[in-house]
């Protein structure tokens, strides 16, 4: 099935069930007012969402048009948001891994940093920033959302807990990244609101696409209306979901409504910009002026800057955004301290 969130002037919104089509929608307020309400009580609820889910869709009931700009993020606000880096070829394009003991980790076991989750943003809010001048990027990833992991959880108990796939754009402001990691902290001000897709989607409407605790599915991005990248999210996958949930858990409890990114989906290939018709292009700005540096001894991407549009989709063999659309302007506020 299909579940979005509803803007009504609360800040958790209203849960809402969307037609397969993505064209209606209903109120689920008479089974859980919240998507989070809805996870804490999945067992019970999740029977009585999927019996009104295929209700809209046999037409039994009519419903209302569904527009993705009347939606939040499916979890407005979520108890945690975890990223981790299921994708080594994101890594070693971004990384400089020499004389890091974290190069000999990367590959046994996945990194992971916990960012800002009370206040994700809606598929169509704007990127926001302060400075136009802080390498603006973006990241698409594929994010699943759990019920309850136990800490020291095992690879099934894992796999079990993935209650709903989405996408999301894990936002980046490169310029920041250093000064970040060089306190010893870990990502905070390099990392403002990370933005979801309007629907969240249950692993059964993927079929064969979802196996192997991996979404074979391409990620595409336009920037300014272009194709930047449309990797495909099932390949190159080196740490599953299952393998990121472990990871995360394995030192404490994960509650239920937990979000976990896959990191920025990455394809080994030896492409540049831009990206040619069926090519696979790239998930990060970042990526590509890597490989632009490689191929041409220096970056020739700019990042984004204000007015740039971006849009962020996974897209099913039809061409169709599975998920909806992830859809934002770049936007300078003035300096908050001024």
Not at 39 to 62: H, K, M, R, T
Not at 319 to 337: E, K, L, M, W, Y
Request: charged content about 20%; aromatic content about 6%.
């Amino acid at each position: 099935m299909k579940l979005a969130t509803l803007k009504n002037g609360r800040p958790d919104g209203q849960l809402v069930v969307v037609s397969s089509d993505r064209l209606r929608t209903v109120s689920a307020s008479r089974i859980a007012p919240t998507l989070q309400a809805a996870l804490d009580d999945w067992a019970e609820v999740s029977p009585a969402l999927s019996a009104l889910y295929d209700q809209l869709n046999a037409g039994e009931i009519a419903g209302q048009m569904f527009d993705s700009a009347l939606c939040l993020a499916p979890l407005p606000r979520a108890f945690q948001w975890i990223d981790g880096a299921g994708y080594l070829s994101h890594l070693e394009r971004v990384r400089s891994l020499k004389g890091s003991k974290d190069a000999e980790l990367q590959s046994a076991r996945p990194l992971m940093y916990q960012g800002g989750s009370d206040s994700l943003s809606a598929p169509m809010a704007p990127i926001t920033v302060t400075d136009e001048t802080l390498a603006i990027d973006f990241e698409a990833e594929v994010a699943a959302i759990l019920g309850p992991v136990p800490m020291g959880a095992d690879h099934a108990t894992a796999t079990a807990a993935i209650r709903l796939l989405t996408v999301c754009n894990d936002v980046s402001l490169r310029r920041l990244v250093v000064d970040d990691l060089q306190n010893g902290f870990g990502f905070f001000h390099a990392k403002p609101s990370t933005a979801f897709a309007p629907l969240v989607v249950t692993l059964d409407e993927f079929g064969n696409a979802w196996r192997d605790n991996r979404l074979h599915l391409r990620v595409q991005t336009l920037i300014n209306d272009a194709v930047f990248g449309q990797p495909n999210a099932g390949v190159d996958m080196h740490f599953d979901f299952a393998d990121l949930i472990v990871e995360a858990a394995r030192t404490r409890d994960l509650g239920a409504g937990t979000i976990i990114g896959s990191g920025t989906v990455s394809n080994r290939h030896d492409e540049g910009l831009p990206t040619k018709k069926g090519g696979i292009g790239f998930a990060c700005i970042a990526e590509a002026r890597t490989v632009e540096k490689l191929k041409y001894g220096r970056a020739r991407t700019p990042f984004l800057k204000s007015g740039d549009r971006i849009r962020i989709a996974a897209i099913d063999s039809d061409g169709s955004p599975v998920f909806g659309q992830i859809d934002q302007i770049v936007t300078i506020r003035g300096d908050a301290s001024a």
